[in-house]
């Protein structure tokens, strides 16, 4: 993704297709869903936060226990570490660039 550290972090999960969007009408209730995105950046976080849960270690780890403790299911909670995982990254680039400039 070049457009990493350029843009806010919620701009960089609505481009990776990790924000939910509401599509409602009228009095519906139903949960946001994550449409579109960049189909190779979804397959590779989804598989690196797959091995980060089923390892169990380290705080991405933590973070996807604490959700399935919560009674969230499984996807969610991979959904939640995948966007976890990208938005850390990209502030760790943000930072690593403006140094790196200076």
Known sequence: MP???RLSSRQVAALA???PFDRQSGNTSRPGRCPDG?????RS???AALTI???GKGDFAATTRRLRGAG???KLAIVATMRKLLITLNAMVKNNT?????
């Open 72 to 74: 969230k299911p499984f």
């Open 38 to 42: 960049r189909p190779s950046v979804r």
């Open 53 to 55: 849960a089923r390892s």
């Open 17 to 19: 297709g990790l924000a």
């Open 98 to 102: 403006k140094y790196r400039n200076a």
């Open 3 to 5: 457009e990493l550290r």
């Open 45 to 47: 976080l989804y598989l």
